[in-house]
């Protein structure tokens, strides 16, 4: 097995998993230390999550970083935008995190790019990737039925991007979008695939056997991966 494949917990449906991500996520902040650097994913999959963490006690949010994996190039307010979801489920459910950093969709989705890329190079403390040190304790990431992950979408450049950490993804979708590259996704301690869906089950094996024919699929993590799924993602 291949490094991607990692442990895969199967939850009865999308609400029981959501639950298990929720307690498995919590358990990881308390569990540290120091400061959390936590990578939320968009999409539909982790609302319910959100909404659980957000009314969720005894969380050490004082800890806790948010960043984002990817960002539709929309204003904050539009009804597309990853910072409007976690906005209106997380942080509006009593979250108080120690720092919140969503992707600039202001200027050109080039220059915010840059400055997003910026922004993690002094979270990470270099602009040079170190071995063994991580950017995110742990990189929360859905999975496309195309097999893409982030906005690391099929058949754009990006996907060739290896010395970027952040980059515009100008077409492949209705609206532009900014998404971490290859390997700043793969600097984090923890990965945790949140997939729910039967039109996801495909998508799901393709990955998780590292078929680099989807975008997914040549993901190389530096830390641990793991598969929250619910049955019918599972192909159960």
Request: aromatic share 8%.
């Amino acid at each position: 097995m291949n490094g991607l494949a990692g442990e895969m917990s199967v939850a009865e449906d999308a609400r029981a998993l959501a639950v298990r991500a929720a307690d498995f996520i919590v358990r990881q902040i308390n569990a540290c230390e120091g400061v959390f650097r936590l990578a939320l994913s968009g999409g539909s999959t982790p609302r319910a999550l959100y909404t659980l963490l957000g009314t969720a006690r005894g969380v050490a949010w004082e800890r806790v970083e948010l960043f984002w994996g990817d960002e539709r190039f929309v204003p904050p307010t539009d009804a597309d935008s990853n910072f409007r979801l976690v906005r209106e489920t997380l942080l509006a459910g009593g979250a108080t995190p120690k720092a919140v950093y969503p992707m600039p969709t202001d200027g050109t989705p080039e220059d915010a790019a840059l400055r997003y890329q910026a922004l993690l190079q002094r979270a990470y403390g270099g602009v040079e990737w170190v071995s063994g040190r991580a950017l995110f304790d742990l990189n929360l990431l859905g999975l496309g039925e195309d097999g893409h992950t982030a906005s690391l979408l099929p058949g754009e450049p990006v996907l060739a991007e290896r010395d970027a950490w952040v980059s515009a993804v100008p077409h492949g979708r209705e609206q532009p979008r900014l998404t971490l590259t290859y390997p700043a996704l793969e600097a984090s301690r923890v990965t945790l695939f949140l997939v729910s869906g039967a039109a996801k089950a495909d998508a799901v094996r393709r990955a998780r056997a590292g078929d680099v024919s989807i975008p997914a699929g040549a993901l190389c993590p530096q830390g641990s991966t793991l598969w929250f799924v619910d049955r019918a993602a599972a192909g159960a």
